[in-house]
C-alpha cells in the first residue's frame, strides 16, 4: 500500500509521531512523508522511508497555494495526517485530491489518547511495540561528541527552547538565574555541565555556566550529545524529546504544557508548576496565557535541585 503520511512541523512533535510512521513500515506500507523544514531531520533518519517531499509550510496562504498546485500528490492509496488543524486538513484534501485521515477531521478527532504518540498510532491505524521516539545518531556524531566531552562523565542542560517555527512560547522557560544556580550545583558536585540550544539562544543562556554548544551542534550532534550524558534536564522542548530517543535519564520542567500529553508515564521525570491553570494546553499552538505568567515561576530550585540528587544517586 503506498501511504502518504504528513507531519510537517515541529521538531518535537514529529519525534513523537516516528512510532506511528514506523508502525506503518513494519506493516508493509511503502510510505512518503510529507515534511515542512522543521520536522526534515528527523524524517531524514528514520529507517525505510520510501520518499520524503518537503512543503514550505508554514509560510503565506498564497505561497502555499502556488507550491499546492505545483506539487499535486497523487496515486497514493491512502493519506495520512498526524496533526490536529482542520485547516491542514482541508488543505490536503485538495493536494491529494482524495479522503485523508485526519486528526483534524472531527470524526476522527486528536487528543483522546495521551500521550500524543499513542493518538497519533490510533489515528494511522497501526499498533505500537514501543512510543519511544526514534532517532538513531551515527558512529559518527557520536565520535564528534567524544571531541567536547573527552569521555569523562557530563550532564547536558537546555535552559532555552520552546521555539519553533508556529510560534515562541517564553512562557515554557525556566528562569535562566535559577537554571544557573543548577549549573553551579552540578558543577560543585564534580559534573562537567554541557549547554544545548539552538543559535537563538546562546546568548540568551550565555549567562548559565558551563561549556556553551548552542547553535554549533545539529540535531544529529545534539541528540549523541545528550545520549552518552549521565543525565539530561531542561525546559519541555526538542532536546527533552531526544533525550526520551536515547534513554537518558532526563528531567523535564512544565508549566504550561502538560507532561501526560507529550511524555509516555516513565520516559522522564516531571518538575511541574504549581499554579491552579497549570497546565493551559497540550499539542497544538500556544493560545496565550491568561493567568499571570507565574507557571515556570512557581517551580523553586530546591524542588529541581532534589530531584536531580535523587536521580543522580539511583
Not at 510537517?8 to 510512521?21: E, I, K
Not at 515542512?36 to 531524514?44: A, D, M, Y
Not at 505561497?63 to 495526517?81: A, E, T
Not at 500556544?286 to 535541585?305: A, H, L, Q
Request: net charge neutral.
Amino acid at each position: 500500500m503506498k501511504t502518504l503520511v504528513v507531519k510537517t512541523h515541529a521538531f518535537g512533535d514529529s519525534l513523537l509521531a516516528t512510532s506511528a510512521v514506523a508502525g506503518l513500515i513494519a506493516r508493509g506500507d511503502e510510505v512518503t512523508v510529507l515534511s515542512g523544514p522543521s520536522s526534515l531531520p528527523v524524517w531524514k533518519r528514520l529507517p525505510g522511508i520510501m520518499d520524503i517531499v518537503q512543503s514550505p509550510a508554514p509560510c503565506s496562504v498564497i505561497k502555499l497555494f502556488w507550491w499546492s498546485l505545483l506539487n499535486r500528490q497523487r496515486g497514493f492509496d491512502k493519506v495520512i495526517h498526524l496533526g490536529s488543524s482542520a485547516g491542514a486538513f482541508r488543505w490536503l484534501r485538495f493536494l491529494a485530491g482524495q479522503k485523508v485521515i485526519s486528526g483534524g477531521d472531527r470524526e476522527i478527532g486528536f487528543g483522546i489518547l495521551k500521550p500524543a504518540a499513542r493518538d497519533y498510532c490510533r489515528i494511522a491505524g497501526v499498533q505500537f511495540s514501543s512510543l519511544k521516539p526514534l532517532f538513531p545518531v551515527t558512529p559518527l556524531e557520536l565520535e564528534g561528541s567524544r571531541r567536547y566531552t573527552g569521555g569523562e562523565p557530563y550532564v547536558v542542560l537546555a535552559p532555552g527552547g520552546a521555539r519553533n517555527v508556529r510560534d515562541f512560547v517564553p512562557q515554557k522557560r525556566w528562569p535562566m538565574s535559577r537554571w544557573a544556580e543548577v549549573s553551579l550545583h552540578l558543577q560543585e558536585r564534580g559534573h562537567q555541565v554541557f549547554l544545548v540550544g539552538g543559535e537563538q539562544d546562546r546568548e540568551e543562556i550565555s549567562s548559565v555556566s558551563g561549556v556553551n554548544l548552542a547553535g554549533k551542534l545539529s540535531w544529529g550532534e545534539t541528540a549523541a550529545l545528550i545520549s552518552m550524558a549521565v543525565l539530561f534536564a531542561g525546559n519541555d522542548s526538542g532536546p527533552a524529546h531526544l533525550a526520551v530517543a536515547g534513554d537518558t535519564p532526563a528531567l523535564v520542567l512544565f508549566g504550561p504544557t502538560d507532561p501526560n500529553a507529550l511524555y509516555e508515564h516513565g520516559s522522564i521525570v516531571p518538575v511541574c508548576g504549581t499554579v491552579s491553570c497549570s497546565p493551559c494546553y497540550a499539542n497544538s499552538i500556544f493560545p496565550g496565557c491568561t493567568g499571570n505568567e507565574d507557571c515556570m515561576i512557581s517551580i523553586d530550585i530546591e524542588r529541581v535541585i532534589h530531584a536531580l540528587e535523587e536521580m543522580l544517586q539511583r
